[in-house]
C-alpha cells in the first residue's frame, strides 16, 4: 500500500511545484502526514479533531461546492498564502 505522503512527493516531482503551491484535502487521520507536507491544508466533514487543529481551515458541508470557493479566495488573495505557516 502506497502512503498519501509517497503520492503527494510524486505529485510535486512530476508537476514541478512546491509544497507549499498545494492544496491537499482530508477528513481523517490518515491525512496528518500529508497535511504537514502541503502549504495549504483543509479538513472537510472530518471526524477527527485532531487532523482539524493540524488543517488551515476545516469545513463541514454537505457538497463539494465549498472547494470552489476556497480556490476563489486562495488565488485571490495572497496574504492567505503568507498567512500559512510551514509545519
Not at 481523517?28 to 504537514?36: C, E, I, N, T, Y
Amino acid at each position: 500500500m502506497i502512503r498519501k505522503q509517497t503520492w503527494v512527493r510524486k505529485i510535486l516531482k512530476k508537476f514541478g511545484v512546491k509544497p507549499e503551491e498545494v492544496i491537499a484535502i482530508g477528513d481523517s487521520k490518515g491525512d496528518m502526514d500529508m497535511f504537514r507536507m502541503v502549504g495549504f491544508c483543509i479538513a472537510f466533514n472530518s471526524s477527527c479533531k485532531d487532523l482539524e487543529q493540524v488543517a488551515v481551515s476545516a469545513f463541514k458541508a454537505k457538497t463539494w461546492q465549498i472547494f470552489s470557493e476556497v480556490a476563489t479566495v486562495r488565488d485571490g488573495t495572497r496574504r492567505l498564502r503568507d498567512a500559512v505557516t510551514r509545519r
